[in-house]
T-cell receptor, first 115, second 114 residues
């Protein structure tokens, strides 16, 4: 089945530690996104990528980094500079970036907590 | 700048009752509107979208929404809900020229009770 796989489902971070969240898609989509979800806050865009080796900051990129070395993979690193990392992280993809006709497909999310 | 306001953070209803989840948007240009649903511990799924044409949009699972330009609203409705409709619902907007920046509302938790 085609889809988006996020791993791990649960992740714990110690103070001063960087952690990486995995996102893989086999939908052959060009565009990929990372969102952060906090209770009662909706979804906020962290980073997005239209094509391989290119990505752009979203609304809350500080303290995060990404890479897009392969079309199917878009890992997110939560760095020690992110002082409030506890949240539910969602990865999404779509066939293209431009145009409202693009439907987003979401992974099942990773819950990150601070120890 | 575009924004979305979901007027109710929680909506409890009884099974088989009708429901309306309210969404208002603001944008200075043309807009495209979406409703997504999130079941517990899962990602989001697209319920329906309005791009142009008929202002009444039908989606999956018996949901529909009406685009009202004069009231800048895009309320989601279902005439009879089921227990399985319990989920969080997100309204989202893309406005023309935003380079496909999808702005989500804060969500409405629909709880259907027996």
């Amino acid at each position: 089945d085609g889809g988006i796989t996020q791993s791990p489902k649960y992740l714990f971070r110690k103070e001063g530690q960087n952690v990486t969240l995995s996102c893989e898609q086999n939908l052959n989509h060009d565009a990929m996104y990372w969102y952060r979800q906090d209770p009662g806050q909706g979804l906020r865009l962290i980073y997005y990528s239209q094509i391989v080796n290119d990505f752009q900051k979203g609304d809350i990129a500080e303290g995060y980094s990404v890479s897009r070395e392969k079309k199917e993979s878009f890992p997110l690193t939560v760095t020690s500079a992110q002082k409030n990392p506890t949240a539910f992280y969602l990865c999404a993809s779509s066939t293209g970036l431009h145009g409202p006709n693009e439907k987003l497909f979401f992974g099942s999310g990773t819950q990150l907590s601070v120890l | 700048a575009q924004s979305v306001t979901q007027l109710d953070s929680q909506v409890p209803v009884f099974e088989e009752a009708p429901v309306e989840l309210r969404c208002n948007y603001s944008s200075s240009v043309s807009v495209y509107l979406f409703w997504y649903v999130q079941y517990p511990n899962q990602g989001l799924q697209l319920l329906l979208k309005y791009l142009s044409g008929s202002t009444l949009v039908k989606g999956i699972n018996g949901f529909e929404a009406e685009f009202n330009k004069s009231q800048t609203s895009f309320h989601l409705r279902k005439p009879s809900v089921h227990i399985s409709d319990t989920a969080e619902y997100f309204c989202a907007v893309v406005s023309g020229g935003s380079n496909y920046k999808l702005t989500f509302g804060k969500g409405t938790l629909l709880t259907v009770n027996p």
